[in-house]
């Protein structure tokens, strides 16, 4: 068996994720999301889903790039 890196489970059915040269052992879904998705530099929120990216800050939907100035992104959805 093997540990997850988040929450320490040690969990037959663990599995692992290869992202930017690395490997990663998770135990669940929502563990591999806390440790690897990235933040909304707005409201804070792990982002699940596409999101945008500009000039390095990553954002959960159209609403919070224009709160950070960002008009010019539109959601795609």
Do not use: W
Request: glycine share 10%; hydrophobic share 40%.
């Amino acid at each position: 068996m093997t540990v997850c890196e988040v929450c320490g489970n040690d969990y037959e059915l663990s599995f692992e994720v290869r992202a930017a040269g690395a490997v990663h052992v998770f135990d669940s879904f929502e563990c591999a999301a806390h440790k690897l998705a990235p933040i909304c530099d707005n409201c804070g929120c792990r982002i699940l889903g596409h999101g945008l990216e500009t000039d390095g800050m990553f954002f959960c939907c159209a609403h919070c790039a224009r709160a950070k100035g960002y008009t010019q992104l539109t959601d795609h959805a």
